[in-house]
């Protein structure tokens, strides 16, 4: 495998930002509606509540946690000169949804590039260390870099572990080269897919294996399915000496990093990055009990959160760890 290039990147995150729909689904709503005992879903996952929109899109949620960034960051859009986008599922086909969103920001045409990218619930972190390469190579001077996922069209009511997780929301940061005399940077990174587990986490429908349009396509081939336990298992197993490459690229111990925001897969999951890692609850930043699992942009919501809250602060070491569907497991440490 190929270690990325010219680590450390002199790149910093100069503003986070985020949107969630205003409409809260509680457990007791879904307990009822699928069937489920009472506490069944706190007990299995940990989530309390989730969002989901009931109009609101791709688009229009990654309008909003990019406008929320920009104005946290002080850039005007017309100073963006790459924006990159990550969903499991895009805003549309054609056009990828950073174009789209370049337009729903007003920003000049022709200004910035704009590409999409996607590794499911890793998106997030892997659009970060493209758009980080970009951005400290000198080929962009500032980044947008936009996480957005509407999950309600693709639950599974015959599945429940999953269809009680999932929530819909968006995030986005402002991406650019870090200036003379700052200690922010990318430390390490790190991808590695185990394809053996590709068949642990699917949705058939919407590419052209199954299209739209084929008549053999059904409605349930366009729903999520999931193997929970298969994934904890597999999980569980590679995780810990994945972190130990990462920290040992990094030049990191577990106890020198201030924060590990993580992909909130469920409150079972942290846990488990938690315990196997040898991590203190303290350094993990944590939201899967109030937002669920909003696939690529939960890590990016958890992360714009503990910005906006004052925990994750300046200087500080941030580990951002997740995984996807693939198997798929990423990292990033940066001194933020």
Excluded: K
Excluded at 32 to 50: D, K, S, Y
Excluded at 69 to 89: F, S, Y
Excluded at 224 to 229: K, T
Aim: glycine fraction near 10%; include cysteine.
């Amino acid at each position: 495998m190929l270690e990325p290039a010219a680590l450390p990147l002199p790149v910093r995150i100069l503003g986070c930002g985020s949107f969630v729909p205003e409409r809260r689904v509680t457990n007791a709503e879904l307990e009822h509606e699928l069937g489920l005992g009472a506490g069944w879903i706190e007990r299995a996952t940990g989530v309390r509540e989730r969002r989901r929109g009931t109009c609101d899109t791709t688009l229009s949620m990654a309008a909003q946690a990019s406008t929320r960034a920009l104005e946290a960051a002080g850039v005007r859009a017309d100073e963006l000169d790459l924006i990159v986008g990550t969903a499991t599922a895009p805003h549309q086909a054609v056009p990828c949804t950073a174009a789209l969103l370049q337009r729903a920001l007003e920003a000049p045409d022709g200004r910035s590039a704009c590409f999409d990218v996607n590794s499911t619930c890793l998106g997030f972190l892997t659009a970060l260390q493209v758009a980080g390469q970009l951005v400290a190579s000198g080929a962009h001077a500032r980044a947008l870099v936009c996480a957005s996922e509407v999950t309600r069209h693709s639950i599974n009511p015959e599945e429940p572990e999953s269809a009680v997780l999932l929530g819909d929301g968006a995030a986005a940061v402002v991406l650019e080269r870090s200036p003379a005399g700052s200690d922010a940077c990318v430390l390490a990174a790190r991808f590695e897919t185990h394809s053996s587990g590709s068949q642990l986490t699917v949705c058939r429908g919407g590419g052209t294996a199954q299209h739209p349009n084929d008549p053999s396509t059904t409605r349930a081939m366009n729903l999520f399915r999931m193997d929970g336990p298969e994934i904890y298992r597999m999980a569980s197993r590679l995780l810990p000496p994945f972190l130990e490459r990462v920290l040992a690229a990094a030049g990191w111990s577990r106890g020198e990093v201030e924060h590990v925001v993580p992909h909130q897969a469920s409150g079972r999951g942290v846990d488990l990055l938690t315990r196997l890692c040898g991590l203190r609850a303290e350094q993990v930043v944590r939201n899967v009990e109030t937002r669920g699992n909003c696939a690529a942009a939960s890590l990016p919501i958890a992360l714009a959160e503990a910005v906006a809250a004052g925990v994750v602060r300046r200087g500080e070491r941030v580990l951002l760890i997740g995984t996807g569907a693939g198997l798929s497991l990423g990292a990033i440490a940066l001194r933020f």
